[in-house]
């Protein structure tokens, strides 16, 4: 625990300072790596055989376990790598030895290397020597693959035998029961621990005095040089800080503040109370030598300094949290919406449970030595502390869960105010209240361990948790105010980009997304470890899970998929950016008609996704040598049912390229007609007359008949008939249906409207109008000009329309 804690303090402190921390050497290269396979084999074995004995001795303690863990882990990476060229090798092997092997004879079949067609030449000697030679080195490196593999399976084993191992001794300690903190004994002798933790303490502090190990670090140049460098860095980030709250601060007379400016003086509250004290504190820690590293009699003087450290780090944090998340002195720039009671309440409880947590820490390092073991001689010490501490978290962390402290500004209705988080966050409330008091009765039974274990866990999560929704609230605040359009950054992206002042962005959620996704992950590996998980067993585990799973001869592991993914995203990216610079620059540039521009579209469009998803699996790693597999396997998924898709498919690439159809033409295929919208790889869009749209497969358009109006150009007809009366003038019913034709705006001069006297029938004198329209979307405007003009030209002539008599009505049969 104080491992983990002192290693993610001291890491934030690297990316924050980079003076303050001391490098690292990298390990010097393993030089088992230039042995015979066969010795490597040999000696990974007995190192295994060793560790596997060592494991199975009981009570290892945490550095015999981490000394096992850390062989095991090597020998596992050696293995790994000799694994991996082993693979590399029999892949080249492969590639030489494929065009030796047999090849299939459509006439005679499958034929041997060594019994060749009879219509080929006999194979020679040496190429049959160096095909059994590649042979057999690809089956000794398949030999090594295998042996790499067991290692491997069986460092496995061991690596799980040691995580069982160390559960166990964690176990062990913390479900010990020791002394009960009331029961008489415990205070009979609880001087005797209290006078030896004393005497232990004051032997620590003079051995750490007596060593000058304070007094080494000032002498030391180097050191000296990168504390003066941070010193000035702090200072230089305090004055900017100061700058910065002047004109962003909550300082301002500013009567009412918008929720970004609330969110940037928060931030910047946060860094000043926080961040800034926090890396002050972590430069003092670096002047402290090294507790493992140290003699034993001082380790229980530097053990206390560090938690002395630690808990002060603690105290900021969660101080300056709450001051700038709650301003319980300055409501109106507040940024969680808690109610000024609340708000106030809730600040002052959290507060002084961190100030009892921050002064219960040391006290406890100071009298219990090491925990959570710690040395049998303050037992009974270390089981009245625990009690003492678990009380005092129930007494300061109960106030803090009440349901007054957690009251949002809203008001419900019959002016109840609500509850921050609703009910959810109730019986969160309800669950920590719960394992607190259970913390107390574990304390009050003698499992001191367990007790002290659970409430230092218990608050790390909490702080982690809250921690991470501070840190979620703030990058979706600052992503989406770099992208709003009122904001300097949105402006350079819109016009970066050449998008509308008011163009919506859609970026930031994708961002906001992958920021809590990274969140999720540091909590659930962080808070388990503070519960006891072993940090290692984690990190190996995700580490395995990254190094992916085999395809056949491919390995692919989920950042090649990442890769992949980016890869493809950036090519389409790159697409789309080449079809608007098609669109708006060049193709406007080209003398053609739109619907070549469209088509030229289209085909840019589904020749940049296939390019993109190429490249997004050549990011993968898989070899494109063996395609015949692949174009195999894909007919074999077109004849189990994509036949149709794979046809619709072909057709609309042929409907691109051989354009018997155009975006704008009007066709009638089976029962649908109506203007085609979009011509897409499997199906064509069409707008009815009804203004809907019809999804018809492009292979309609290929295999039954097609009728295009607008195939040559946008001319059409109108066919209109006309029955007069008998005794009409016919040759005055020509020339009123000519003269309306003329007349009509929509037809064209060439070709002229023709009429034709059709037939005498017993009904009338039956004629026809045939007129050509300019275009034939203006068929129903020009059909009803010509109608109206007909009608009026009849009844001014005095000619009247022939009566189609109504159809026989059939009698009924007979009875019989």
Same mark, same amino acid.
């Not at 080494?216 to 004055?239: P, Y």
């Not at 140290?294 to 380790?299: D, G, I, L, N, Y």
């Not at 709450?322 to 708000?343: I, Q, V």
């Given at each position: 625990?104080?491992?983990?804690?002192r290693f993610i303090l001291i890491g934030v402190l690297w990316l924050a300072l980079p003076a303050v921390v001391l490098g690292q050497a990298?390990?010097?290269?393993?030089?088992?790596?230039?042995?015979?396979?066969?010795?490597?084999?040999? @000696?990974?074995?007995?190192?295994?055989?060793?560790?596997?004995?060592?494991?199975?001795?009981?009570?290892?303690?945490?550095?015999?376990?981490?000394?096992?863990?850390?062989?095991?882990?090597?020998?596992?990476?050696?293995?790994?790598?000799?694994?991996?060229?082993?693979?590399?090798?029999?892949?080249?092997?492969?590639?030489?030895?494929?065009?030796?092997?047999?090849?299939?004879?459509?006439?005679?079949?499958?034929?041997?290397?060594?019994?060749?067609?009879?219509?080929?030449?006999?194979?020679?000697?040496?190429?049959?020597?160096?095909?059994?030679?590649?042979?057999?080195?690809?089956?000794?490196?398949?030999?090594?693959?295998?042996?790499?593999?067991?290692?491997?399976?069986?460092?496995?084993?061991?690596?799980?035998?040691?995580?069982?191992?160390?559960?166990?001794?964690?176990?062990?300690?913390?479900?010990?029961?020791?002394?009960?903190?009331?029961?008489?004994?415990?205070?009979?002798?609880?001087?005797?621990?209290?006078?030896?933790?004393?005497?232990?303490?004051?032997?620590?502090?003079?051995?750490?005095?007596?060593?000058?190990?304070?007094?080494?670090?000032?002498?030391?140049?180097?050191?000296?040089?990168?504390?003066?460098?941070?010193?000035?860095?702090?200072?230089?980030?305090?004055?900017?800080?100061?700058?910065?709250?002047?004109?962003?601060?909550?300082?301002?007379?500013?009567?009412?503040?918008?929720?970004?400016?609330?969110?940037?003086?928060?931030?910047?509250?946060?860094?000043?109370?926080?961040?800034?004290?926090?890396?002050?504190?972590?430069?003092?820690?670096?002047?402290?030598?090294?507790?493992?590293?140290?003699?034993?009699?001082?380790?229980?003087?530097?053990?206390?300094?560090?938690?002395?450290?630690?808990?002060?780090?603690?105290?900021?944090?969660?101080?300056?949290?709450?001051?700038?998340?709650? @301003?319980?002195?300055?409501?109106?720039?507040?940024?969680?919406?808690?109610?000024?009671?609340?708000?106030?309440?809730?600040?002052?409880?959290?507060?002084?449970?961190?100030?009892?947590?921050?002064?219960?820490?040391?006290?406890?390092?100071?009298?219990?030595?090491?925990?959570?073991?710690?040395?049998?001689?303050?037992?009974?010490?270390?089981?009245?502390?625990?009690?003492?501490?678990?009380?005092?978290?129930?007494?300061?962390?109960?106030?803090?869960?009440?349901?007054?402290?957690?009251?949002?500004?809203?008001?419900?209705?019959?002016?109840?105010?609500?509850?921050?988080?609703?009910?959810?966050?109730?019986?969160?409330?309800?669950?920590?209240?719960?394992?607190?008091?259970a913390i107390v009765v574990a304390a009050l039974l003698g499992y001191t361990a367990l007790a002290v274990h659970a409430s230092s866990a218990?608050?790390?999560?909490?702080?982690?948790?809250?921690?991470?929704?501070?840190?979620?609230?703030?990058?979706?605040?600052?992503?989406?105010?770099?992208?709003?359009?009122?904001?300097?950054?949105?402006?350079?992206?819109?016009?970066?980009?050449?998008?509308?002042?008011?163009?919506?962005?859609?970026?930031?959620?994708?961002?906001?997304?992958?920021?809590?996704?990274?969140?999720?992950?540091?909590?659930?590996?962080?808070?388990?470890?503070?519960?006891?998980?072993?940090?290692?067993?984690?990190?190996?585990?995700?580490?395995?899970?990254?190094?992916?799973?085999?395809?056949?001869?491919?390995?692919?592991?989920?950042?090649?998929?990442?890769?992949?993914?980016?890869?493809?995203?950036?090519?389409?990216?790159?697409?789309?950016?080449?079809?608007?610079?098609?669109?708006?620059?060049?193709?406007?540039?080209?003398?053609?008609?739109?619907?070549?521009?469209?088509?030229?579209?289209?085909?840019?469009?589904?020749?940049?996704?296939?390019?993109?998803?190429?490249?997004?699996?050549?990011?993968?790693?898989?070899?494109? @040598?063996?395609?015949?597999?692949?174009?195999?396997?894909?007919?074999?998924?077109?004849?189990?049912?994509?036949?149709?898709?794979?046809?619709?498919?072909?057709?609309?690439?042929?409907?691109?390229?051989?354009?018997?159809?155009?975006?704008?033409?009007?066709?009638?295929?089976?029962?649908?007609?109506?203007?085609?919208?979009?011509?897409?790889?499997?199906? @064509?869009?069409?707008?009815?007359?009804?203004?809907?749209?019809?999804?018809?497969?492009?292979?309609?358009?290929?295999?039954?008949?097609?009728?295009?109006?607008?195939?040559?150009?946008?001319?059409?007809?109108?066919?209109?008939?006309?029955?007069?009366?008998?005794?009409?003038?016919?040759?005055?019913?020509?020339?009123?249906?000519?003269?309306?034709?003329?007349?009509?705006?929509?037809?064209?001069?060439?070709?002229?409207?023709?009429?034709?006297?059709?037939?005498?029938?017993?009904?009338?004198?039956?004629?026809?109008?045939?007129?050509?329209?300019?275009?034939?979307?203006?068929?129903?405007?020009?059909?009803?000009?010509?109608?109206?003009?007909?009608?009026?030209?009849?009844?001014?002539?005095?000619?009247?329309?022939?009566?189609?008599?109504?159809?026989?009505?059939?009698?009924?049969?007979?009875?019989?």
């Open positions: 625990m104080t491992k983990l804690l990298s390990p010097p290269p393993s030089s088992g790596e230039q042995r015979p396979f066969g010795l490597m084999v040999e @000696t990974w074995t007995r190192a295994l055989d060793q560790i596997a004995q060592e494991a199975g001795r009981p009570n290892l303690i945490d550095a015999e376990i981490e000394r096992l863990r850390n062989e095991t882990t090597m020998i596992r990476q050696a293995a790994s790598r000799a694994a991996e060229q082993a693979r590399d090798e029999g892949s080249s092997l492969r590639t030489l030895l494929a065009p030796l092997e047999a090849r299939p004879d459509p006439a005679l079949g499958t034929k041997t290397p060594d019994a060749p067609p009879t219509d080929q030449a006999p194979e020679s000697e040496a190429l049959k020597a160096q095909r059994d030679r590649l042979r057999a080195n690809l089956a000794l490196v398949d030999a090594r693959v295998k042996q790499a593999e067991l290692i491997i399976a069986r460092a496995d084993q061991l690596t799980a035998q040691i995580a069982k191992a160390r559960s166990d001794q964690f176990a062990r300690i913390v479900l010990r029961r020791k002394h009960p903190p009331l029961a008489p004994s415990t205070w009979l002798r609880i001087g005797d621990d209290i006078d030896f933790a004393w005497k232990t303490q004051m032997e620590a502090w003079r051995a750490l005095a007596d060593s000058g190990a304070m007094t080494t670090a000032l002498k030391d140049a180097e050191h000296r040089g990168r504390t003066i460098a941070s010193v000035i860095g702090l200072a230089i980030c305090w004055l900017g800080l100061v700058w910065l709250r002047r004109y962003h601060g909550r300082g301002r007379a500013i009567t009412e503040p918008s929720y970004r400016e609330r969110a940037i003086a928060a931030l910047l509250d946060g860094v000043g109370m926080v961040a800034l004290p926090v890396l002050g504190v972590l430069l003092a820690v670096s002047w402290l030598p090294s507790v493992e590293a140290s003699p034993e009699a001082m380790r229980p003087a530097l053990t206390t300094l560090l938690n002395v450290a630690y808990n002060a780090i603690f105290f900021l944090v969660v101080y300056g949290l709450s001051e700038a998340s709650l @301003t319980p002195r300055r409501p109106t720039w507040r940024l969680l919406p808690f109610s000024a009671h609340s708000a106030e309440a809730f600040c002052a409880r959290i507060q002084r449970l961190a100030g009892f947590v921050s002064l219960a820490g040391p006290i406890t390092a100071f009298w219990l030595l090491q925990l959570p073991a710690g040395p049998v001689e303050v037992a009974r010490l270390a089981s009245v502390l625990g009690f003492a501490i678990a009380v005092g978290l129930l007494a300061f962390g109960q106030p803090a869960l009440r349901s007054d402290a957690w009251q949002s500004s809203e008001v419900a209705e019959g002016d109840t105010p609500r509850l921050i988080g609703g009910y959810p966050w109730l019986l969160g409330r309800l669950g920590l209240s719960t394992l607190l008091i218990l608050l790390g999560s909490v702080l982690v948790v809250v921690i991470a929704m501070i840190v979620h609230a703030l990058v979706r605040d600052v992503v989406h105010a770099a992208g709003a359009p009122d904001t300097p950054p949105g402006r350079w992206l819109r016009r970066v980009f050449g998008l509308a002042p008011d163009a919506p962005i859609h970026g930031p959620f994708a961002i906001v997304m992958l920021a809590d996704l990274l969140l999720l992950v540091i909590v659930c590996v962080l808070v388990p470890v503070l519960w006891g998980a072993d940090l290692d067993d984690i990190l190996d585990k995700a580490k395995r899970l990254l190094t992916g799973f085999s395809i056949g001869q491919h390995r692919i592991s989920p950042i090649d998929m990442v890769v992949a993914l980016l890869v493809f995203v950036a090519a389409i990216t790159a697409v789309r950016l080449a079809r608007r610079g098609l669109r708006e620059r060049f193709l406007p540039s080209l003398n053609m008609q739109d619907d070549i521009r469209l088509t030229i579209d289209s085909m840019v469009n589904y020749v940049g996704f296939i390019a993109a998803v190429l490249l997004a699996i050549s990011a993968l790693g898989i070899d494109f @040598t063996n395609l015949a597999l692949i174009v195999g396997a894909l007919s074999v998924g077109i004849g189990l049912g994509l036949q149709n898709l794979a046809n619709n498919t072909i057709s609309g690439v042929v409907l691109l390229l051989e354009r018997p159809i155009k975006v704008g033409d009007r066709v009638i295929v089976g029962r649908h007609e109506g203007i085609v919208r979009r011509i897409n790889v499997r199906a @064509t869009e069409i707008e009815t007359g009804q203004r809907a749209m019809v999804i018809v497969p492009n292979s309609e358009f290929l295999q039954s008949a097609v009728v295009n109006w607008t195939y040559a150009d946008n001319v059409g007809r109108i066919d209109l008939p006309i029955s007069v009366v008998h005794g009409s003038d016919a040759d005055k019913v020509e020339a009123i249906l000519r003269q309306a034709a003329e007349d009509n705006p929509h037809t064209v001069a060439v070709p002229r409207a023709l009429v034709m006297f059709k037939t005498i029938s017993p009904v009338g004198l039956e004629f026809e109008l045939r007129a050509h329209v300019d275009n034939v979307a203006n068929t129903v405007a020009a059909q009803n000009a010509l109608n109206r003009s007909i009608l009026a030209g009849l009844a001014e002539a005095g000619i009247a329309l022939a009566a189609v008599p109504p159809p026989a009505v059939r009698p009924p049969p007979a009875a019989t």
